[in-house]
C-alpha cells in the first residue's frame, strides 16, 4: 500500500539498518508500506515495513507497476525471519477504480497499491523434500533477474565443504543435473551434484547410478517448479477473485446509487407538479372570492332577500 500506515500498528514506517536491525525508514519520495498481512500471528514484525526502502525491492516494484503482472524481489531477507530468512517477494499491482491502465504512464499515476506474497525458498525447498534422502546430493538454486545479473537463492550444505562447494567445484567425474525455468521475468536455474556420500555408496555402479541420479533429480526438479509454479497460479487466482469481487460490488453499488437518483428526481417532478395544481386552485378560489364579492356590493337587495 502506498504512503500509508499499517492500520494493526501504531508504529512509524520502517527500514532494516546495515546491522539487520528494524529501524525507522528515513522519509522518501514514496513509500510502499506493509499496511495488511495474512495471517497476523506471526508477522507483526512485518507490519509497518517499508518495502520501498531496499533497491532490488524497488525495482521489483517498479517493474511490476509499469508492465502491470507479477514481478518477484529475489534474494531478499525475510523481515517476518528476523532477517535470517532468504526469500522472495512477489508483487502484484493494484491500480485505482480497479481497472488496468493502457499506458505506462497512466499506470504509474493510477497506481493504489501491491498484493504481495511472500516466498521462504527455503522452507519450499524443505516441504518439497520432506521424503527425500538428502544426504546423496547438493542442491543449489540460482536466479538470473531481468538485467541478466545472477543470485544464489538457496544452496543445500555438504559434509565435504560449504553451501553450494560441489555445485560449483567443476568436478566432471560427479553426477550432476540442471534445468532452468522461468518465473515472473527471472530465470531460475536447479543444480543437482551428487555428494561425497553418494560417491561411496555407488562405486562401480557409477554407470548405472548416473542414470538413475538423473532421473531422480528430473523429477525433483519438476517437483520444485510446480510447488513453485503452483503457488503462483493459485495467489493469482485468489487476486483475480477479489478484484472480481470488488469490481461487483462497485457495480451493485453503482446501480443502487442510481436507482436512488432516478426515485429523488421523481419525487423532485411531483413536488414541482403538486406546487402547480396548489397555486392554481388557490388563484382560482381567489378569482372566485372576488366575483362574489362584486356581486355583494352591487346587488344588497338580492342579499337582503
Known sequence: MRQRRAPHSAAPFRDRSETGELVAAPRTAEHVVVAFIEPLEGNESALGFDVNSQVTRSMALQRARDMASMAIAAPIALVQGGGESTGALQFLPRYSGGT????????????????????????????????????EFE??????????EQAELFASHSSSGGAGSLANSGDINRPSYSAAFPWAGHEIEVRFVASDAYMASVQTWLPRATLFAGFMFTGLAAYIVAVLWGRTVRIASEVADRTRDLQEANDELQAEVARRTAVERRLESHQHELEGIVEERTAKLRATSAQLRTILESEPECVRS
Request: avoid cysteine; aromatic fraction near 4%.
Open 100 to 135: 488496468t491502465p493502457d499506458t505506462v504512464e497512466g499506470r504509474r499515476a493510477n497506481i493504489d497499491g501491491y498484493f504481495v506474497a511472500v516466498v521462504d525458498i527455503a522452507e519450499n525447498i524443505a516441504s518439497a523434500l520432506s521424503n527425500v534422502d538428502t544426504s
Open 139 to 148: 542442491l543449489t538454486l540460482l536466479g538470473t533477474g531481468p538485467g541478466a
